[in-house]
C-alpha cells in the first residue's frame, strides 16, 4: 500500500490489503493483536505510543496478527469492551505531556462493533520527550520500543527548549495571466514557531521537481531561486525571526501553465518542503498540493463554462 503513513482514513479494504500483501513493520509500523489492549493500566500501550512520538512518528494497527514482523490476518478486538474513549483514556492519562494531533480510527469488519481494528496515528512529537507512566521514557529502535538512554532524554529536552520551525500551511490561488490559454498558480507558503524560544536563524524551501513546461517565478526580491538538476529549489535568503507560536509568510512564488500542458504537468509536478533549523533537517513532501491545484482549475473551467 502506497503512502500508507499519509493516510488519515482506514476501511476494511485497507486492512485487507496491508495483510494480503504481506506489509512488514518498520520503525513507523507496528501491529499488535487484541492481547495487546488486555493491559489495565494501560502503561504497554502508551509505551508503544510515546515511543512513536518521541522518534519518527508512526502507526500502530490493534487487531492485526503478525509473524516475524509480517502481517499476516486479523485479531479482532471486540469494540463494545475496549471502546476508542477507552484506548483514548489509556494513552492521555499515561503519557506526559499530551501528544498533540495523534488520532485513533477505528474500522468495524461487516460494521460489526466486535470485529474491531484500531489504528492509532502518531506524528512526530514537536513536544518530545514524553515521559510514560512508567517513569521512563522511550523511542523506536528497529521493531521496538526501548529505553531512552540519558543523554538522548537531555538532548529532546534541549530542542524542546530550542525553537522548532515548520511549513504549517500552504495558501494557493489561481488567477488570471495576461495571456489565454495560461493557468497560473500563486503559492504563499507559511512559516510557524512551536518552540519556546524565537526563531531567528532558519531556512524554509520548497523544491519543484518534473514540472515539464511550466514556468516558476517569484515576485520579491529576498526570494533566492536555483535552477537544480530535477528542478527549481526555491527558499528565503533573508529571513524574519518568528515569535514562538507565531505564523508568517515565508515564500511566494507562482507557477504558469498552458492549457494544452497543464494535465501532463499536474500528473508529474513534485512538492518537496525542506526546514533547517538549530541544525536539523527535515524534509516534507506535500502529496495534497496537487489535489487543491485540480480544484481551482475545475471550479475556475466550470464557472468559465457557466458565464
Not at 62 to 69: D, K, R
Not at 207 to 218: M, Q
Request: charge should be negative; include cysteine; aromatic fraction near 12%.
Amino acid at each position: 500500500m502506497s503512502n500508507i503513513l499519509d493516510k488519515t482514513e482506514f476501511n476494511q479494504d485497507d486492512i485487507l490489503e496491508i495483510i494480503t500483501s504481506r506489509l512488514e513493520e518498520s520503525i513507523n509500523i507496528e501491529f499488535k493483536d487484541a492481547r495487546a489492549l488486555s493491559s489495565e493500566n494501560g502503561k504497554e500501550i502508551s509505551k508503544d505510543v510515546s515511543a512513536f512520538a518521541n522518534s519518527d512518528g508512526g502507526i500502530i494497527f490493534y487487531g492485526i496478527n503478525e509473524e516475524n514482523h509480517v502481517a499476516t490476518s486479523p485479531s479482532f478486538i471486540d469494540g463494545n469492551k475496549y471502546n476508542k474513549e477507552w484506548l483514548e483514556n489509556k494513552i492521555t492519562t499515561n503519557i506526559q505531556q499530551a501528544i498533540n494531533n495523534l488520532l485513533i480510527i477505528p474500522v468495524r469488519f461487516d460494521n460489526d462493533i466486535s470485529k474491531t481494528v484500531y489504528i492509532v496515528k502518531i506524528p512526530k512529537s514537536r513536544n518530545s520527550p514524553h515521559i510514560n507512566g512508567d517513569k521512563k521514557y522511550y523511542r523506536r529502535y528497529n521493531f521496538k520500543s526501548v529505553p531512552m538512554e540519558e543523554y538522548e532524554v537531555r538532548d529532546s529536552y534541549f530542542r524542546m527548549n530550542g525553537s522548532s520551525v515548520y511549513v504549517d500551511k500552504t495558501v494557493i490561488s489561481l488567477e488570471e495571466t495576461r495571456y489565454e490559454g495560461y493557468y497560473k498558480f500563486i503559492f504563499h507558503i507559511q512559516a510557524a514557531n512551536s518552540g519556546n524560544f524565537i526563531a531567528e536563524k532558519y531556512r524554509i524551501a520548497c523544491n519543484i521537481k518534473d514540472f515539464g513546461l511550466a514556468e516558476i517565478s517569484s515576485p520579491n526580491t529576498y526570494i533566492a531561486t536555483h535552477k537544480l538538476e530535477e528542478g527549481y529549489k526555491i527558499s528565503t535568503n533573508e529571513v524574519p525571526p518568528i515569535f514562538p507560536n507565531e505564523v508568517l509568510k515565508i515564500l511566494n512564488f507562482s507557477i504558469e501553465v498552458s492549457n494544452r500542458n497543464y494535465y501532463d504537468f499536474i500528473e508529474n509536478v513534485k512538492f518537496d518542503f525542506y526546514t533547517y533549523n538549530l541544525g536539523s533537517f527535515e524534509s516534507e513532501p506535500q502529496h495534497g498540493l496537487t489535489n487543491i491545484m485540480k480544484e481551482l482549475v475545475e471550479k475556475h473551467n466550470a464557472k468559465t463554462k457557466s458565464e
